[in-house]
C-alpha cells in the first residue's frame, strides 16, 4: 500500500512490534514504547483499536492526538493469557489502529510466540548396574512429575546430559533449543 503510506500523517516507531518468544504459565504483562509522529501540518486526533487472536490484549491507549509536527511516547501493556490457548505454542498477533470517523488510517502490527510451560522433573532414576564403568546399555528406571498446570513434554536426552549449556545461568530452563 505504497500511495496510503506516501499520504500517512502519522508514522509509528518502531513500525512494529514483536513480543518475541514468551513462556508463559498463566498469565504475563509485557510492555513496550511506542512513539507516533505527526509528519503533517495539521493537527490529528484518532481513536485507537486493538484486533488480536486469542490470548493477547493491549491497554495503554485508546485515544492519540498530536499537534502538527508532534511526536509522543506512550508505554502499551501487552497482556499474554494461557487460558485461551488451546496449543501448547502458539503464535499470537494483534494490530493497533488508528481509526478517523470509522475508516482505518493507520496500523501498528504486533507479533509473539507464547509458549506455555511446564515444569516436568525427574522423580527418581535409577541405573541397573554396579557402578558407572559398566551402566552402558544397563536398564533404567525413570520416574518424571509433573507440577504445573499444563501438560508437558520431556525429551529424555535433555534430562540426562550434562554440558555447559545446562550450567548458564541465561539458560531459559524451560526449553530446549538444541
Given at each position: 500500500q505504497v500511495i496510503k503510506a506516501l499520504d500517512a500523517?502519522?508514522?509509528?516507531?518502531?513500525?512494529?512490534?514483536?513480543?518475541?518468544?514468551?513462556?508463559?504459565?498463566?498469565?504475563?504483562?509485557?510492555?513496550?514504547?511506542?512513539?507516533?509522529?505527526?509528519?503533517?501540518a495539521v493537527d490529528v486526533a484518532f481513536d485507537v483499536a486493538f484486533e488480536a487472536t486469542a490470548g493477547l490484549r493491549m491497554s495503554g491507549l485508546s485515544a492519540l492526538a498530536l499537534k502538527a509536527g508532534e511526536s509522543k511516547t506512550f508505554t502499551l501493556d501487552f497482556i499474554v493469557d494461557a487460558s485461551t490457548l488451546t496449543k501448547s505454542s502458539t503464535e499470537l498477533n494483534g494490530l493497533i489502529k488508528l481509526m478517523n470517523a470509522g475508516a482505518e488510517v493507520s496500523r501498528v502490527a504486533v507479533i509473539a510466540l507464547a509458549n506455555k510451560v511446564s515444569k516436568v522433573e525427574v522423580d527418581s532414576f535409577v541405573v541397573r548396574s554396579t557402578s558407572n564403568l559398566d551402566s552402558q546399555g544397563a536398564a533404567v528406571d525413570l520416574t518424571l512429575k509433573n507440577s504445573s498446570i499444563h501438560s508437558g513434554d520431556a525429551y529424555l536426552f535433555n534430562l540426562i546430559v550434562q554440558g555447559a549449556r545446562k550450567e548458564d545461568k541465561h539458560h531459559d530452563p524451560f526449553m530446549e533449543r538444541g
Amino acid at each position: 500500500q505504497v500511495i496510503k503510506a506516501l499520504d500517512a500523517q502519522v508514522l509509528s516507531q518502531p513500525s512494529s512490534i514483536s513480543l518475541g518468544e514468551v513462556t508463559i504459565e498463566s498469565k504475563k504483562l509485557i510492555r513496550r514504547d511506542l512513539t507516533f509522529k505527526n509528519f503533517s501540518a495539521v493537527d490529528v486526533a484518532f481513536d485507537v483499536a486493538f484486533e488480536a487472536t486469542a490470548g493477547l490484549r493491549m491497554s495503554g491507549l485508546s485515544a492519540l492526538a498530536l499537534k502538527a509536527g508532534e511526536s509522543k511516547t506512550f508505554t502499551l501493556d501487552f497482556i499474554v493469557d494461557a487460558s485461551t490457548l488451546t496449543k501448547s505454542s502458539t503464535e499470537l498477533n494483534g494490530l493497533i489502529k488508528l481509526m478517523n470517523a470509522g475508516a482505518e488510517v493507520s496500523r501498528v502490527a504486533v507479533i509473539a510466540l507464547a509458549n506455555k510451560v511446564s515444569k516436568v522433573e525427574v522423580d527418581s532414576f535409577v541405573v541397573r548396574s554396579t557402578s558407572n564403568l559398566d551402566s552402558q546399555g544397563a536398564a533404567v528406571d525413570l520416574t518424571l512429575k509433573n507440577s504445573s498446570i499444563h501438560s508437558g513434554d520431556a525429551y529424555l536426552f535433555n534430562l540426562i546430559v550434562q554440558g555447559a549449556r545446562k550450567e548458564d545461568k541465561h539458560h531459559d530452563p524451560f526449553m530446549e533449543r538444541g
